[in-house]
């Protein structure tokens, strides 16, 4: 989950990168990041992120680790940064932690249960939700006096769902069932400004397993997210909700394939969100689906959108995807696994997590890279036409005698097609590709890759079949 603001619409300020190009990768000490875990930017400009193993990061924008703390629990959600720039830490041990900015040191043991949602930060004040025995909770806290300022009634269960400060000052947080078989789909649950419970909406049953992700609230007020989905087809397969600020519901159209990513809200309060199927947009209004963007699964991160329109999103095969206003392919790259949820900082630098403790930033528009004078010669691939109707030429340039294997691939990483396999020497080799399987089947439209393994390092290149 992306937080640019309390009512969670995923939107930055700023321009994101236009193209893919890394500045640097940190590995985070061996430890693993939680799949609705996410960078966060602090004050100053920093990074922050913590990992399942209970450590905390703070790199500089360079990438220089500036300090690690290790606290006991396990962290599998975004931190969150007060106005005078104290870090809470979320865990699902039952006690949380405010840090010290400069130097990581712990300042205050919170205890408020199993909290595995990001705060929500308005100035120097927290909201963060919990469980403890079977009963959830949302906290306000103030980070300035370190103090608690109330706890809301017993609600149902809270599950990766930050709550989302609304427009008339309410607090919306989506909840589940206790744990049965025959449980409610979920509920959107608003709480008034002390955190007693005003109203709840409920989903049905078997329209997904609970609202296990965070709402975001559209610029008219409308409450915007979904139902988990379960894999094992029990409970249905997630449901895309809009609900107003008095739990009346305008549409919860079944079956959308959607799981704990959170939407994200477009200028034109259109609704964007990541499925088993890819991105889908829906209209706030009637839920209708407006457009769906390729890409693999995306069973946990959540969209972010710059000030220009273009959305980025990482997915579940470890491809981080960027999209224009208008729906056309802006850049794609393959991280070492999963992804998270993204960052983008005020120069429009993006970081992103994976899941395999690897912490990447890629350069926005404004950060200067800068290319080497000297390069030695690299093998080249190069596929034409692109997009293409079905025949591409695909041509391979060599630098050295190597082996070589080239092949195929959909957006779920599964090989269609093998070009090539073989040993192959100096100079530029070309195969005719017709747009079709290994039996001989064309090949559906959408998007495809193309990887050349040489030697030692690959070379991955997209395909748009038309």
């Given amino acids: 989950m992306f937080q640019h603001d309390q009512r969670h619409s995923g939107r930055s300020s700023v321009a994101g990168p236009v193209r893919a190009d890394t500045l640097w990768t940190r590995q985070l000490g061996g430890e693993s990041v939680g799949p609705s875990a996410a960078p966060v930017i602090g004050n100053d400009g920093r990074i922050l992120i913590g990992t399942m193993q209970g450590g905390v990061y703070a790199f500089s924008p360079q990438g220089t680790r500036l300090w690690?703390?290790?606290?006991?629990?396990?962290?599998?959600?975004?931190?969150?940064?007060?106005?005078?720039?104290?870090?809470?830490?979320?865990?699902?041990?039952?006690?949380?932690?405010?840090l010290d900015?400069?130097?990581?040191?712990?300042?205050?043991?919170?205890?408020?249960?199993?909290?595995?949602?990001?705060?929500?930060?308005?100035?120097?004040?927290?909201?963060?939700?919990g469980n403890y025995s079977n009963v959830g909770f949302v906290w306000k806290l103030d980070l300035q006096a370190l103090a608690y300022v109330w706890q809301s009634s017993h609600l149902r269960l809270i599950d990766r769902s930050s709550p989302v400060v609304a427009l008339g000052g309410q607090i919306a947080v989506g909840t589940i069932e206790h744990?049965?078989?025959?449980?409610?789909?979920?509920?959107?649950?608003?709480?008034?400004?002390?955190g007693t419970e005003q109203c709840s909406y409920d989903l049905g049953f078997f329209r997904g397993r609970g609202v296990r992700s965070t709402l975001a609230q559209t610029s008219t007020g409308r409450l915007v997210g979904g139902s988990a989905g379960d894999q094992a087809s029990l409970y249905?397969?997630?449901?895309?909700?809009?609900?107003?600020?008095?739990?009346?519901?305008?549409?919860?159209?079944?079956?959308?394939?959607?799981?704990?990513?959170?939407?994200?809200?477009?200028?034109?309060?259109?609704?964007?969100?990541?499925?088993?199927?890819?991105?889908?947009?829906r209209d706030q209004n009637n839920c209708s689906q407006t457009a769906l963007y390729p890409t693999g699964p995306i069973l946990n991160a959540s969209p972010v959108i710059d000030n220009q329109g273009s959305m980025y999103v990482g997915d579940d095969?470890?491809?981080?995807?960027?999209?224009?206003?208008?729906g056309s392919l802006l850049w794609s790259t393959q991280l070492d696994a999963a992804t998270t949820s993204i960052a983008i900082d005020a120069k429009g630098s993006l970081f992103v997590a994976s899941t395999a403790g690897h912490l990447y930033c890629f350069a926005g528009p404004g950060v200067v890279t800068v290319e080497p004078v000297h390069q030695a010669p690299t093998d080249r691939m190069s596929l034409w036409p692109n997009p293409t109707q079905g025949h591409t030429t695909i041509e391979l340039a060599?630098?050295?005698?190597?082996?070589?294997?080239?092949?195929?691939?959909?957006?779920?990483?599964?090989?269609?097609?093998?070009?090539?396999?073989?040993?192959?020497g100096v100079g530029a080799w070309s195969w005719a590709w017709p747009g079709q399987d290994d039996h001989g089947r064309r090949l559906s439209r959408g998007l495809y890759w193309v990887t050349a393994r040489i030697g030692s390092h690959r070379i991955t290149k997209m395909i748009v079949l038309l």
């Fill in 68 to 98: 690690k703390t290790l606290v006991p629990g396990t962290i599998s959600a975004p931190l969150g940064v007060a106005s005078n720039g104290r870090i809470l830490v979320p865990t699902e041990n039952d006690t949380s932690f405010v």
């Fill in 101 to 129: 900015p400069s130097n990581g040191h712990i300042l205050w043991r919170l205890f408020v249960g199993l909290a595995n949602s990001g705060p929500t930060m308005v100035g120097n004040v927290a909201f963060l939700s």
């Fill in 179 to 194: 744990v049965s078989f025959f449980n409610s789909s979920g509920l959107v649950t608003i709480l008034n400004s002390t």
């Fill in 236 to 281: 249905g397969d997630g449901v895309f909700v809009s609900s107003d600020i008095t739990c009346t519901s305008s549409c919860t159209p079944p079956d959308i394939g959607h799981y704990f990513s959170s939407p994200a809200i477009t200028s034109s309060d259109r609704v964007v969100v990541g499925t088993k199927n890819g991105v889908t947009v």
């Fill in 317 to 326: 095969n470890g491809r981080l995807w960027a999209w224009s206003g208008s």
């Fill in 398 to 424: 060599l630098t050295k005698e190597r082996i070589v294997s080239c092949s195929v691939y959909d957006v779920s990483g599964r090989p269609v097609a093998r070009i090539f396999s073989g040993l192959l």
